[in-house]
């Protein structure tokens, strides 16, 4: 399943880059959804989220996919497939299997790093009878929506990400 593009590969994630993919887990994910100060409610859950130990669980799991593409200094964005996962709201040919996470660190947004993880995880999901699975974005988040409407996904309908009190309207897409 190795593909490799200019200097980076995509291959499944390794037991001993936990601690780096939780560091690049938090390095996406506060720069993608903290636009101000960084709130304690923020900083506790991507803190308790993104361990070291979390990553390694996600990395064991039988039941997905955890795709790692890397440069030669090591991980720079990777993309995490759970399957048994229905999407929160019935769709047609939608399979049981959510993407849960696509994250690329920031510097190599725009280099096709994105869309080759999406390729290679579209194939794997796939090969395991998944051949459309699902996924929610934020409904702020237009670069991310505008890549996944580029990469054919189509929405499916709404839910809410919840973190304390807060409640954060994502938008659900499908594979094509």
Same mark, same amino acid.
């Given at each position: 399943?190795?593909?490799?593009?200019?200097?980076?590969?995509?291959?499944?994630?390794?037991?001993?880059?936990?601690?780096?993919?939780?560091?690049?887990?938090?390095? $996406?994910?506060?720069?993608?959804?903290?636009? *101000? &100060? +960084?709130?304690? =409610?923020?900083? %506790?859950? /991507?803190?308790?989220?993104?361990?070291?130990?979390? $990553?390694?669980?996600?990395?064991?799991?039988? *039941? &997905? +996919?955890?795709? =790692?593409?890397? %440069?030669? /200094?090591?991980?720079?964005?990777?993309?995490?497939?759970?399957?048994?996962?229905?999407?929160?709201?019935?769709?047609?040919?939608?399979?049981?299997?959510?993407?849960?996470?696509?994250?690329?660190?920031?510097?190599?947004?725009?280099?096709?790093?994105?869309?080759?993880?999406?390729?290679?995880?579209?194939?794997?999901?796939?090969?395991?009878?998944?051949?459309?699975?699902?996924?929610?974005?934020?409904?702020?988040?237009?670069?991310?929506?505008?890549?996944?409407?580029?990469?054919?996904?189509?929405?499916?309908?709404?839910?809410?990400?919840?973190?304390?009190?807060?409640?954060?309207?994502?938008?659900?897409?499908?594979?094509?």
């Amino acid at each position: 399943m190795p593909e490799t593009s200019t200097s980076y590969q995509i291959s499944p994630a390794r037991a001993e880059e936990a601690a780096a993919l939780a560091a690049l887990s938090i390095e $996406v994910w506060l720069g993608t959804y903290i636009r *101000e &100060g +960084v709130a304690p =409610v923020f900083a %506790d859950y /991507a803190l308790r989220h993104f361990t070291a130990e979390a $990553v390694a669980g996600w990395i064991a799991a039988p *039941e &997905g +996919v955890f795709l =790692v593409a890397r %440069d030669a /200094a090591g991980p720079v964005g990777y993309l995490r497939l759970e399957e048994a996962r229905p999407a929160p709201v019935m769709a047609p040919g939608v399979s049981p299997a959510e993407i849960v996470t696509l994250y690329v660190r920031p510097r190599f947004h725009g280099a096709g790093l994105g869309r080759a993880l999406l390729a290679v995880g579209l194939e794997a999901a796939q090969a395991r009878g998944l051949p459309r699975p699902w996924l929610a974005v934020n409904s702020e988040n237009t670069g991310a929506l505008a890549f996944y409407a580029a990469c054919g996904f189509v929405s499916i309908g709404q839910t809410v990400f919840r973190i304390g009190e807060g409640a954060y309207p994502n938008e659900l897409l499908a594979a094509p």
